[in-house]
Structures are given as structure tokens and as C-alpha cells.
């Protein structure tokens, strides 16, 4: 009966070490593999299996060196044929089968790939002889005793062959052992892309280690690695990926124990590496990882990188971490600044740290995608007119996948270019992922307080907005408190374009806007217009903007079907022209206006035609007046240290059959005369007269002087009874400014 020989199947964790390399990169695999390819091939062209051709020519041999040529071997699998072989050794050392030197020039290996590749590729279901399973436990026993010391392989390549396919492996090594340390250097090319390695094994402490170094200096030459791996691993790769230039430095260490390696830790250096990938170029200044896998299957990874994609995005101190403990895989990610190009309006994030991704890999298809996720940073620039503080985003996928909501808690802002900073600024949106910047949703921006240099602009704001793609904004809504006054806009029907290629930066459209404000009956109803804003800090506007108004309501006032021109210029005055609109029941026309929106100065030059004065006595609340007949003039108004006042103008009633005054409160024209005084009489007579007035003519003259502000009336007009007639010319004057008339009857005084 023959003897049978001992198998076993090879199991993943012995190979663990080969296999983590092997899907690394294919030169990894040969550096591993060439050793037992050479070794088998030797092994099976020495074995029984028929050798159709053997030659050798001994050029030396002597007690302490042998040298051969010539050598070849070959059989219908694999041939086998060695320039050279030179033996160094002492004969007393030799006997023992010690040798002192080894040195190989132009060995050439060639294998039939079809059953190299199958034992390489299909481990798990490959039997081998037991004794070939060890081959790290001979590390410890080569440490202790090593058979040879130097080892030198010059000019040598091995290569797969299969069918019209062959995949070569030039290679040079060079090896030194001595009792308790073996060093390796192994360099060549894969297919043509070259790569330099070494490997140790050493004895500490009772412990058996190891380390390694493959260094790739020439990435651009994976290109010459597509057709090989395309071949073996029957995909086609094509040219969506290529690296023009970068050096990679791998290194790894580990502890033999038996026929595994333990405590392993690899180390991934990558420098100035550039490269495209789908038509994206991309640059990595500076990449480092770390890998640590452990016996249970479990992986520890870290990665950290500088890299830039098409000049878009400038990635700075990118972290990446991955854990996995059995079917748990927990990723990080972080990123230490990130910044963007014009094309995405020269974004700056620093301090960014990416939601936290906790994975069930035995549920890998039910990803977290509907659970909140925060993503923090420290600071947000966007060209350099925004800038957000420390906070955070949270967001939040519906089950359906078609919306997702993104909440932003209070932070403070500063609009750099508008000299505003923002406390409690705080933003909730809901967007659709196929339309981001053009969902029919509302999204609310808030802030609790906003101050301009040191004042005080605006609290509890909240602007309810809709985006219309890159370059325009939707207004929906403003709520606000300006000086403690509550102010509404709404609808706010408004659309804010961001402007290229012309003067003006943005342009706000209104249509049917209303402002209200929440104190002395502040109300302007259909604004409808456009204003184009040429900057903000300082505030300046295009030469002419034109808007309109259905109706402007403050207290008693109402003005109607106003329209009116502005602009804003580099000297801070804000001026109005072409200003009209209907005010009791008349007309109004602003032949000049100027205000200094920097100061409280606001000066405005009117003309009035038309106006029912009626509608002007009815205004001044409290004041007993009929007045049939209508008013034509000119009247200014100022405001100066925030107080309104009049200025030079008059009032003339125009002519007219029917123009009536009937004033029931006419004791007040006489109050505190002496009934005695002469003058008495004709104040009387003059009060009953003006109880049923027909009038002739009326002017009000407003008059500034020095230190005083004076209305001057004229009045003239006839009342005629049975019994009395009175021809009226009556001038009184009243001393006192806007605020005193509004409060005429506390401070009317009549010469």
C-alpha cells in the first residue's frame, strides 16, 4: 500500500498577512508569492514529474566555493534557467549545511499561470501538503540557526505565463542572517511598474518579529498594471483612472506566533500624488494611514490627508476612522479646513466634523439614512462676507428618501461687508435632494438680535424665504423689532437676484408688498417696484429706481396710488424724485427730497394741488372746522435731530363760488379778553362770522424765522343776515411748529 501523505485546508487567518497585502496591490502578491512560486517550480521540476530537459556546466568546484552556469531545467509546466550560481561556504560549516554566500545572476523562471494562479486565487479550497502550511514557523528556527548568511539574486525575473498572456516579475535581492535577525531587500518591476521593499525578521525577548517597507516612488507607471489585472481579474479596466505623478511609502509589523502574525500594524505614506478620476483631477499634498487588523476579524483604520479636486475644494487635515468588532463597522470623518473656488463662491469651513456612521454589516442594506445627524464646525467663511461662529447643522432624511430637513441652532454671524453682526442667528429649511436650490418650501431664518458697529438694528427677526435656484431668492415673509417697534412684512412677495456681469450686486423686486408696523398705525399696502443695489457697505443704490404703492397709511394720514423714484449715492443721501400720489382727495408732487440716511437729516420740498380742506382740518384731530373748498400750495417739511417739523410755504384755497367755512368754536378766538377791552367787540363779530363763512379768499403762509416758526392766516369772506353783515378780513397768527399744530388747542395764541 503507498504511503499517503498528511493534507489539510488552508484557512484564511493563516494566510492573513499575504491576504491584507494581496488587495493592497498586486505587487504585494509577488513579492509575497514569488519565494514559494520559485520554490515550487524548483520543487516540481525536481520531483518525480518527468524533466524533458536538465543542463549544467560546473565551473568551479572547490573545498570553499563552488560556481555554476548554464543552468536550466524544464519540463512541459514550467522551465527554468540560471545564468549563474556561485556558492561561498567553509568546508567544515558545509558539512553541517551551513553556507556563507549565495549569489544568483539572470535567473529566469517561466510558469505555466494556470495552476500558479488557481493556488494563489482559490486558497480556501486548495489542498497542500501540511508540512508546506508552515512556512512562518521556519522563521523562528532560521532565526536561531541561520544556514546561510548572505543571500544575492542580480538580474532575475519570473514570470506567469497563460495562453497569450504573461506577467512578469524583474526582480534583484539582496539578503543578510545572522543569529537572531534576517534581512531582506527585494526591488523590481511588476509589469513594468517598479517598487523597492524590504522586510526583517528578528528574536526579542523570547518573541519573534517582523517588519516591512514597500516603497512605490513611480505612480505614474500604474498604468502598465490595468492590462494584468484586467486579465486576472477578468474585468476591463478602462482609462476613468490615472495617476500622472506621487511616491507611496508602505510599511507593516507584526509578531510571529506559530503560523500567524499578530499584533499587526501597517502604516500608508503617500506625497505629492496627482491624478483624474472620472474627468476630475485631483492632487494629494500629504496622505497617511494606519491599519490595525486583529485575529478576531476586527479592523481598526485611520487615515489623514491634504488633497484638492479640480481646484474646486481644498481639503485640509481630512480624517477618516473606521472600526469594526464583529458585524459592527462604526465610521468618523472630520476635516480640518475645507475651502472652495469661485465656482462655489469662495467657501472656507474650518474645524468640520462629519455625522458619526454606526453600521450592522449584517444589515448593510438598512443604512441609517432616516436617523438626525449633526455636523459641527468651528467657523464658516463665505467670501469674506459671511462668517458663522462655532456650531452645528443637523440633518434629517424622511423615510421615503425625498426630503430632508436641515436645522441650524442658534450661532452668531458677522456680514462683513455690511459692518452687522448677528447673535442667535438660526436657520430651519426643508429641501427636496433632486431640486436643493429650487423646492417650493418655505425656510426660515431667524435671529434675536442684530447690531450696526455698536447700535442696535434689529431684534427677533425671521425671514420666511424659498430659494429659486443659485442666484435668486424668494421673500415670503419679515418679522422684526426695529427700536422696539414690531414691524411685519407680509406678503413680503419679493425676489433678491444676485447680479453678474453688471454694476449693480443684487436687485430686489417687489410685487404687492405689505409693511405694517406694530405701533402709530404705520401701514404701506401693494408696494410694486424694483430696486437695484450696487453695495451694501456703504449702502449705494443704481441712479434710478422706480416703485409704486396702492395705499400708505400713518395714523390719520392715508396717501394713495403713490409712485416715486430713488437713489442712494456714494456720499450717504438718500434722494426721491418724480414723487406723486393722491392725498386728501387732492394731490401731491415732491419736487425734491434729501435725506441723509447716516444722520436724522430729512429735507422735502412739496407741491400740492387739489387738496379737500376738509381732509387737512379732519387730519388735526379735535378741531370743530367745516371747510367747503380745496387748497393748492407749496409745503416743506424737515426732520432734524429726529423731530419733523415745516418749513417756508403756503396753502391758497383756489377760487371758487362755494368755498364755506363754518368754525363752531369760535369763543376761542376771544378767550381771555376782557369783555371791556375794544377790541373785544370786533373779536366776537368776527367769531360769529366765521360761524357760516362764505368765503372769498384764504391763504396760510408758513413762516421760519430765527428762532420761532409762525402761520400767518388770511381770511376773507362775507356773512350776511336780517339782522347782521359782517365783511371779514381776518388775520390771525400762530406761533409754533408741526408738533405745536397737531396740538393746536394747547398752544394756539392769537394776537
Known amino acids: 500500500m503507498p504511503e499517503r501523505k498528511t493534507v489539510t485546508k488552508i484557512k484564511p487567518k493563516h494566510f492573513l498577512w499575504g491576504a491584507f497585502l494581496s488587495g493592497c496591490t498586486v505587487i504585494l502578491i509577488a513579492w509575497l508569492f514569488a519565494p514559494s512560486v520559485i520554490s515550487w517550480g524548483l520543487r516540481y521540476l525536481a520531483s518525480e514529474a518527468q524533466i524533458s530537459k536538465f543542463e549544467i556546466e560546473v565551473k568551479n568546484l572547490d573545498p570553499w566555493e563552488t560556481r555554476m552556469e548554464d543552468i536550466f531545467l524544464e519540463n512541459e509546466e514550467a522551465n527554468l534557467s540560471i545564468g549563474s550560481l556561485f556558492l561561498q561556504y567553509e568546508p567544515e560549516r558545509l558539512a553541517m549545511g551551513n553556507i556563507h554566500s549565495l549569489t544568483v545572476r539572470n535567473l529566469d523562471l517561466k510558469l505555466d499561470g494556470k495552476e500558479i494562479l488557481n493556488e494563489i486565487l482559490d486558497l480556501d479550497t486548495q489542498e497542500v501538503e501540511a508540512s508546506d ?74 518573541n519573534t518579529f517582523t517588519d516591512m517597507e514597500i516603497e512605490f516612488s513611480d505612480l505614474n507607471k500604474i498604468g502598465n498594471l490595468k492590462y494584468p489585472i484586467s486579465r486576472l481579474a477578468g474585468v476591463e479596466i478602462g482609462t476613468e483612472f490615472s495617476i500622472q505623478k506621487g511616491d507611496l511609502v508602505m510599511q507593516g509589523i507584526g509578531r510571529i506566533e506559530g503560523n500567524n502574525v499578530k499584533d499587526l500594524f501597517f502604516e500608508f505614506n503617500g506625497s505629492n500624488i496627482a491624478g483624474e478620476l472620472f474627468d476630475f483631477e485631483f492632487s494629494i499634498e500629504k496622505a497617511i494611514s494606519f491599519l490595525s487588523p486583529d485575529d478576531l476579524g476586527g479592523i481598526d483604520f485611520r487615515t489623514y490627508a491634504n488633497f484638492s479636486v479640480n481646484d474646486f475644494v481644498d481639503l485640509k487635515g481630512v480624517a477618516l476612522g473606521l472600526e469594526k468588532d464583529g458585524q459592527s463597522l462604526s465610521i468618523r470623518s472630520s476635516i480640518q479646513e475645507m475651502k ?50 462655532e456650531g452645528s447643522i443637523n440633518i434629517f432624511l424622511n423615510q421615503d428618501m425625498n426630503l430632508f430637513r436641515i436645522h441650524v441652532p442658534p450661532l452668531n454671524a458677522i456680514l462683513s461687508e455690511l459692518n452687522v453682526r448677528l ?10 435632494p433632486n431640486e436643493f436650490l429650487g423646492a417650493d418650501f418655505i425656510q426660515v431664518l431667524s435671529c434675536e438680535r442684530a447690531l450696526l458697529g455698536e447700535d442696535s438694528l434689529v431684534e427677533n427677526l425671521s425671514i420666511g424665504f424659498r430659494p429659486q435656484g443659485e442666484k435668486q431668492i424668494f421673500v415670503d415673509n419679515i418679522t422684526a423689532k426695529l427700536k422696539g417697534i414690531m414691524a411685519d412684512i407680509s406678503p413680503a412677495n419679493c425676489t433678491v437676484t444676485f447680479l453678474e456681469g453688471t454694476e449693480a450686486a443684487y436687485r430686489i423686486d417687489f410685487n404687492n408688498t405689505d409693511v405694517r408696523f406694530g405701533r402709530d398705525g404705520f401701514e404701506l399696502e401693494g408696494l410694486t417696484g424694483s430696486v437695484s443695489i450696487i453695495s451694501f457697505d456703504p449702502l449705494i443704490t443704481a441712479p434710478k429706481n422706480d416703485l ?164 400767518m392766516m388770511s381770511i376773507k369772506g362775507l356773512r350776511e343776515t336780517e339782522d347782521q353783515k359782517v365783511d371779514l378780513d381776518y388775520n390771525p397768527k400762530f406761533i409754533g411748529g408741526l408738533q405745536d399744530l397737531l396740538r393746536w388747542k394747547e398752544n394756539i395764541e392769537i394776537p
Do not use: C
Not at 361 to 377: A, G, K, R, T, V
Open 548 to 711: 409704486s404703492f396702492r395705499k400708505f397709511t400713518f395714523q390719520e394720514l392715508v396717501l394713495e396710488d403713490g409712485s416715486f423714484s430713488f437713489s442712494v449715492n456714494d456720499e450717504g443721501e438718500f434722494i426721491v424724485f418724480d414723487f406723486f400720489v393722491e392725498i386728501f382727495d387732492g394731490s401731491m408732487e415732491i419736487e425734491s427730497a434729501k435725506w441723509k440716511i447716516y444722520t436724522d437729516f430729512v429735507k422735502l420740498d412739496s407741491l400740492l394741488t387739489d387738496v379737500s380742506g376738509q381732509e387737512i382740518v379732519d387730519f388735526f384731530e379735535g378741531m370743530d372746522l367745516q371747510i367747503d373748498g380745496n387748497f393748492s400750495g407749496r409745503f416743506s417739511f424737515s426732520n432734524y435731530g429726529g423731530v419733523w417739523d415745516f418749513g417756508t410755504g403756503f396753502l391758497q384755497l383756489n377760487p371758487s363760488d362755494t368755498a364755506h367755512i363754518k368754525f363752531s368754536q369760535g369763543n376761542l378766538i376771544y378767550q381771555g379778553i376782557d369783555p371791556n377791552d375794544p377790541e373785544a367787540k370786533n373779536l366776537k363779530l368776527t367769531a360769529w362770522a366765521l360761524e357760516d363763512l362764505e368765503v372769498d379768499g384764504m391763504r396760510v403762509n408758513f413762516k421760519v424765522l430765527e428762532n420761532e416758526r409762525q402761520i
Open 423 to 432: 447673535f442667535g442667528l438660526s436657520f430651519n429649511g426643508l429641501f427636496d
Open 133 to 206: 502550511e508552515q512556512w512562518l514557523e521556519r522563521v523562528s528556527v532560521f532565526l536561531s540557526d541561520p544556514r546561510l548568511t548572505h543571500l544575492r539574486i542580480f538580474d532575475s525575473k519570473v514570470a506567469l505565463e497563460w495562453r497569450d498572456f504573461s506577467l512578469p516579475l524583474v526582480f534583484k535581492i539582496k539578503g543578510d542572517y545572522s543569529s537572531g535577525i534576517a534581512r531582506t531587500i527585494f526591488d523590481g518591476e511588476f509589469s513594468g511598474f517598479p517598487f523597492l521593499s524590504e522586510i526583517r525578521f528578528w528574536e526579542e525577548d523570547g
Open 340 to 389: 472652495t473656488s469661485e465656482i462655489f463662491g469662495k467657501l472656507k469651513i474650518s474645524g468640520l466634523s462629519l455625522p458619526v456612521l454606526d453600521l450592522n454589516l449584517s444589515e448593510i442594506e438598512n443604512l441609517p439614512l432616516h436617523e438626525p445627524h449633526d455636523i459641527f464646525f468651528k467657523q464658516i467663511e463665505l467670501e469674506d462676507s459671511l462668517n458663522l461662529g
